[in-house]
């Protein structure tokens, strides 16, 4: 499968200490999903992908390329949603004008369609809109640029619950064969059953980066209301009326990966409970 982003021994900071050391990633076509604590760095990770802030060490190829010459060939295949965003003073309709022939393989059907789904309106003045309508309208219109990588900053931030099931659609609908799309979020309950693969960021390095059925293939989890402490059990949490555990072997039923649990099993347990 065609690598999209390809990342070796990187190494980023702000000051003296590294926020990146020696990160390595490898990302193909697909729906990732990018987790990480406050701090891991999974914005600036993105900044770096798309050539908005440069490695200190290390390599990074973003479609083939080195994204901080930022060439307009690269540019043209590659969008970038922040999770601040900015709208100008111009009605939707003026804004896909001016910005849809950057992208050659923009799908002006496809943004109708999700200006439709998201029941947002392009005939009224960007900054005129809530939080919520903006966001979507650039979401919308992100997913219309049909560029072999998308980067979406914490999406989901600012849209009420009929919206993140919107979205869910949204993103569903992509053309995941021919692009790779990275969600940062901290809002892992909405994109469950959505992501996939998982890449999770700890202390400086990529300490997961694999997809739902290799974690289903080597954990699952379950619900006991015995005590687990000195059982055959990987992790648990206590929750009302017993315990949820995770253990070694084969899931049966993608819906009992709960992505919340994994995160807070893979962080405190680190890679290799998983293998």
């Not at 990770?45 to 307009?72: A, F, V």
């Not at 080597?218 to 009326?241: M, N, R, T």
Request: glycine share 8%; proline share 6%.
């Amino acid at each position: 499968m065609k690598t999209v982003i390809d990342i070796e021994n990187m190494i980023f900071g702000y000051g003296k200490e590294p926020l990146f050391d020696e990160l390595n990633l490898n990302v193909t076509p697909g729906l990732y999903g990018l987790l990480g604590k406050n701090g891991a760095g999974k914005s600036t990770l993105l900044k770096i992908i798309s050539g908005q802030l440069y490695p200190h060490g290390g390599s990074c190829l973003t479609l083939g390329e080195n994204p901080g010459d930022r060439t307009p060939s690269l540019l043209s295949r590659l969008y970038y949603l922040p999770e601040d965003i900015y709208v100008p003073e111009i009605k939707g309709s003026r804004y896909v004008e001016l910005n849809a022939p950057f992208y050659p393989d923009f799908d002006h059907k496809a943004f109708r369609r999700s200006l439709e789904l998201f029941e947002v309106t392009d005939n009224k003045k960007l900054n005129t809109l809530s939080y919520g309508q903006k966001k979507k309208f650039l979401i919308a219109f992100a997913v219309a640029t049909n560029c072999p990588l998308i980067l979406l900053d914490e999406p989901t931030n600012g849209l009420d619950i009929p919206s993140k099931s919107q979205f869910r659609q949204v993103a569903a609908s992509m053309d995941l064969e021919r692009c790779a799309v990275i969600i940062s979020t901290h809002q892992v309950r909405d994109m469950e059953m959505l992501i996939d693969p998982i890449i999770i960021v700890d202390k400086g390095k990529i300490i997961m980066n694999k997809s739902m059925d290799e974690i289903m293939n080597s954990c699952h989890i379950e619900f006991q209301e015995e005590d687990p402490a000195g059982s055959d059990a990987v992790y648990w949490e206590k929750v009302l009326g017993g315990y949820t555990v995770v253990k070694r072997g084969p899931s049966e039923d993608a819906r009992n990966m709960d992505l919340e649990f994994l995160f807070n099993l893979t962080i405190a347990k680190g890679p290799a409970a998983l293998d």
